[in-house]
């Protein structure tokens, strides 16, 4: 079936640190990774998403390539700020048009000054 | 522009108790749907609906119902909660055969 599998945090970064959190996913058809975050106390907001292979999704100076080869989403930043302390949510939506998503368990992270 | 509004935002129920958390968003969008948020969990889906008078099941769909009556509104039912359903709970929506989602704030319950 469909699932997906992220990095596993907490993760705990310093200002202007680099950041990757892994994103795999096993998926039949035609899939759609996104990455969703979640500030604290709030709901989950789209931060960014590809379309078909190879796609580069980028905002707020994140980005992530959708790998069909090795069939991953990696999320990088490279230097991350306080204010993007929040958990991340790789998901997936299995098929084009469809409207179903797939989460991943979620990364906490925690940028310091 | 509301988007996708949740109520209550926090809720404290006894087992046994029922309660409907509503949803509604003002977008016009016709794919919705309820998640749970648990503790190492990620998000899982509970219930669905690709329009008006049309719901059906996600993956963790039992103790819990849906209906559909109008394009703007989702509620969720819990017809006798249980300390097991004690979850933060998010509501979503997204236009027919688009799939990016839109999220509520989520409402946050505890069963005692």
């Known amino acids: 079936g469909n699932s997906v599998t992220q990095m596993e945090g907490p993760v705990t970064l310093s200002e202007e640190a680099f950041l990757t959190i892994n994103c795999t996913y096993t998926?039949?058809?035609?899939?759609?990774p996104f990455w969703y975050v979640q500030y604290p106390g709030e709901g989950l907001q789209l931060l960014l998403k590809?379309?078909?292979?190879?796609d580069k999704g980028s905002n707020k100076g994140f980005e992530a390539t959708y790998r069909k080869e090795t069939t991953s989403f990696h999320l990088e930043k490279g230097s991350v700020q306080v204010s993007d302390s929040a958990v991340y949510f790789c998901?997936?939506?299995?098929?084009?048009?469809?409207?179903?998503?797939?989460f991943g368990k979620g990364t906490t992270l925690s940028v310091s000054s | 522009n509301a988007g996708v509004t949740q109520t209550p935002k926090f809720q404290v129920l006894k087992t046994g108790q029922s309660m409907t958390l509503q949803c509604a968003q003002d977008?016009?969008?016709?794919?919705m749907s309820w998640y749970r948020q648990d503790p190492g969990m990620g998000l899982r889906l509970i219930h669905y609906?690709?329009?008006?008078?049309?719901?059906d099941q996600g993956e963790v769909p039992n103790g819990y119902n849906v209906s559909r009556s109008t394009t703007e509104d989702f509620p969720l039912r819990l017809l006798s909660a249980a300390p097991s359903q004690t979850s933060v709970y998010f509501c979503?929506?997204?236009?027919?055969?688009?799939?990016?989602?839109?999220f509520g704030a989520g409402t946050r319950l505890s069963v005692l």
């Open positions: 609906s690709v329009g008006a008078g049309i719901t």
């Open positions: 979503a929506s997204s236009y027919e055969g688009s799939n990016i989602q839109y």
């Open positions: 998901a997936l939506s299995p098929h084009q048009a469809g409207t179903a998503l797939i």
């Open positions: 977008m016009n969008h016709e794919y």
């Open positions: 590809a379309t078909k292979a190879d």
């Open positions: 998926a039949t058809g035609y899939p759609s």
